[in-house]
C-alpha cells in the first residue's frame, strides 16, 4: 500500500525543497519520498476578464498551504458525508492556483504529467474538495507528477459580457481561459518539478470531464496536452440550436444582474467593483426570473466559433485533437442505491423487487428484467432498478462516433458494490479513490484486498495510459480500442473484465428517456438561500 504512514511527520525548515518558476522560486514540502507544492499562483485576473501571467517575485515564495477556491453560488452540502466526504476551503475570485506532487526535481526526470480537473459542474468544487483528490499516493505508486488546479466558475467565470466593452470580450469564456493559462503554466514551468512538457494528459471527472473536452476543443490549448481521460463527464449532445439559445440567454441574464445591481448598461463596467455578495443576490434573482418564464443558463463555456468551437457532437472533432488518445467511461449506476426504496436492496425480496420494478418501469418491466440477466448474470435483479442509462448510452454514442472518427478510444465502467448499509451500488464519484490510488481513504467503499487490488488496476492503466498513450499492461485483461461498429468496455469490478456491447440490448429496452434540462443552475435559488426581489 501507498497510503501515508501515520507516524509521517511534516517538519518545515529552510531546507525544504525549492523549485524555479519562470515567475520566481518557490518553496514546497517534502513528505517522504514525495516533494509537494501547493497553492502556487498560475495567473491573475480581474472580474470577468481575461486571465494574465502574474507579476514576478524576488526570493522564495512559500508553496505549502492550498490557494483559495472559486466563489460558488451555492455550496452543495453532500447528501452523506460519509459516503462522499467533502473538505471546504476559504472562496476567493482571486483563485487562479495550482497544486504540484511530484517523485523528483531534476530537470531531466521526463516523468509523465497527469493534470486533474475537478468536477462539480462549471458551477462549484475546487482541487480540494474531495479527500479522493490528494496525489501523492498517485505520485507514489506511479512515478508520475500529479497536478491540480482551482479557476473561475459560475457567473465569474461565464456571464456574457460582451457587449458593455472590449474588456469583457470573452467573458462568457473565462473560466476555460483560466483553464488554458494553467495548462500553459503548466507546459512552461513543470520541467522544473521532474515533469516531462511534452507528456501530459488531463482527466477529469463528472464537470471535471467536460472540461477535458472542452479543451480538447479550444485551440489555444493546443500543445499543452496530448492525452485526455474522462470519468462520467462526457457533454451531451445539444444541438445547434440549442447552442444559440444558450448564448442569447446568456446575455440576457447579464442584463438582469446589472438591473439587479442598479447599473444603467452605459456603466456597465461597475460590475466590476460590487461585492461577491451583491453580483451573486443579483444572479440568483436572475436565475429565479429566468426559471419562471421557462429559461435557463447552463453555466460553462459558450461557443464562439474562435476560441471554443463547442461540443465535438455538435460542432464536429477537430483535426488537432482527434488524434489524442482517450479513455472515457463511467459509473454502472451513477446515483447508486443510497436512501431508495425500502432498506437495503440486497435484503429485497422477488415481491419487492417485482413491486419495485413494476413501479418504476411499468410496462418495460419484463423485457427490462430478462435482458439485465443477460447483460448481468451475477448480479441481483435489484440492481437494474439503479442502472444509468443517460450516461452509459452518451459514452456507446461519443466512444463509437470518435472512433469513427479516427479517434483512438477505450471505455471503461465501474461496477464494484460498495459494503455500504449492507451492500449499495456504486455512485458518481465512486472511481476517483481507486484512480488516485487513495481507496483507504474512503471508509463506505472500502472492501479489504478487493480495493488494494482494483486500485493498483485503475490506478496502473491510468499511469500506464498517462506514459504511453495505451492502458493495457498486465494486471487487466486486454483491453481494445472502440471501433465504429461496437465498443469493448472494461468493467472494473471485484473480478475484472472485458465486454463488447454486452449491454446494448439491456439499454434499449428502458423506456424513452425523459426531456432533460440543461440548465441545472436554476436549481441554485433553494438552496443558496437567498429570497429574489420582486
Not at 518558476?21 to 502556487?40: C, E
Not at 462522499?84 to 521526463?110: G, R
Not at 471554443?308 to 479513455?327: A, N, Q, S
Not at 418504476?360 to 448474470?377: H, L, N, R, S, V
Request: hydrophobic share 35%.
Amino acid at each position: 500500500m501507498y497510503m501515508r504512514k501515520l507516524t509521517s511527520q511534516v517538519v518545515m525548515t529552510y531546507d525544504d525543497p525549492v523549485a524555479d518558476t519562470k515567475y520566481g522560486k518557490v518553496r514546497g514540502l517534502k513528505i517522504d519520498s514525495t516533494y509537494i507544492f501547493r497553492g502556487i499562483k498560475y495567473a491573475d485576473a480581474k472580474r470577468f476578464q481575461q486571465p494574465v501571467e502574474v507579476e514576478p517575485w524576488e526570493g522564495v515564495k512559500e508553496a505549502f498551504q492550498y490557494g483559495y477556491v472559486s466563489c460558488e453560488l451555492n455550496t452543495p452540502i453532500p447528501h452523506d458525508q460519509f459516503t462522499v466526504p467533502h473538505f471546504f476551503y476559504p472562496q476567493n475570485e482571486n483563485c487562479q492556483y495550482i497544486n504540484i506532487w511530484t517523485q523528483s526535481l531534476k530537470k531531466d526526470a521526463k516523468r509523465p504529467v497527469m493534470v486533474w480537473l475537478h468536477g462539480g459542474g462549471w458551477f462549484s468544487g475546487s482541487s480540494v474538495e474531495l479527500l479522493s483528490y490528494d496525489g501523492e499516493n498517485l505520485s507514489v505508486f506511479g512515478d508520475v507528477v500529479v497536478v491540480s488546479l482551482n479557476h473561475r466558475l459560475n457567473v465569474l467565470g461565464y456571464l456574457d459580457m460582451s457587449k458593455y466593452g472590449p474588456e469583457f470580450a470573452n467573458s462568457a469564456n473565462a473560466g476555460l481561459a483560466d483553464l488554458v493559462m494553467a495548462m500553459k503554466w503548466i507546459h512552461e514551468n513543470i520541467e522544473n518539478f521532474g515533469g516531462d512538457p511534452d507528456n501530459v494528459t488531463i482527466f477529469g471527472q463528472s464537470g471535471g470531464g467536460s472540461k477535458v473536452v472542452s479543451l480538447m476543443q479550444t485551440p489555444e490549448a493546443d500543445g499543452t496536452f496530448n492525452k485526455a481521460i474522462v470519468e462520467s463527464g462526457l457533454p451531451r449532445p445539444q444541438g445547434q440550436e440549442a447552442t444559440a439559445k444558450e448564448i442569447a440567454n446568456r446575455q440576457e441574464m447579464a442584463a438582469l444582474i446589472l438591473k439587479y445591481l442598479d447599473i444603467p448598461e452605459a456603466e456597465a463596467a461597475k460590475i466590476v467593483d460590487v461585492s461577491w455578495y451583491d453580483l451573486a443576490q443579483a444572479t440568483m434573482n436572475a436565475i429565479y426570473v429566468m426559471k419562471e418564464e421557462g429559461k435557463s443558463v447552463s453555466w460553462g463555456p459558450v461557443r464562439d466559433g474562435k476560441y471554443f468551437l463547442g461540443y465535438p457532437r455538435d460542432w464536429g472533432w477537430r483535426d488537432e485533437t482527434i488524434k489524442y488518445p482517450m479513455l472515457v467511461g463511467s459509473i454502472i449506476s451513477e446515483s447508486g442505491s443510497l436512501g431508495l426504496g425500502d432498506g437495503c436492496k440486497n435484503r429485497w425480496d422477488d415481491a419487492l423487487v417485482d413491486k419495485y420494478m413494476q413501479e418504476k418501469f411499468g410496462e418495460y418491466a419484463p423485457k427490462i428484467a430478462e435482458e439485465f440477466k443477460k447483460a448481468y448474470p451475477e448480479r441481483r435483479l435489484a440492481d437494474v432498478l439503479f442502472i444509468d442509462t443517460g450516461g452509459r448510452n452518451n459514452n456507446y454514442d461519443f466512444a463509437t462516433n470518435r472512433a469513427a472518427a479516427g479517434g483512438p478510444t477505450w471505455n471503461w465502467l465501474f461496477c464494484l458494490e460498495s459494503p455500504y448499509n449492507g451492500g449499495a451500488m456504486p455512485w458518481h464519484n465512486a472511481e476517483e479513490c481507486y484512480v488516485f490510488h487513495n481507496a483507504e481513504y474512503i471508509e463506505a467503499q472500502y472492501v479489504p484486498e478487493v480495493s488494494e487490488r482494483l486500485q493498483d488496476q485503475m490506478a496502473g492503466a491510468w499511469v500506464q495510459f498517462a506514459k504511453t498513450g495505451d492502458p493495457n499492461f498486465c494486471l487487466i485483461p486486454q483491453w481494445d480500442k472502440a471501433t465504429a461498429e461496437s465498443m469493448p468496455t472494461m468493467r472494473f469490478d471485484a473480478v475484472t473484465d472485458q465486454k463488447v456491447d454486452y449491454d446494448k440490448d439491456l439499454l434499449a429496452s428502458f423506456p424513452p428517456p425523459k426531456p432533460m434540462s440543461f440548465g441545472g443552475s436554476g436549481k441554485m435559488y433553494a438552496i443558496f438561500g437567498l429570497k429574489p426581489e420582486e
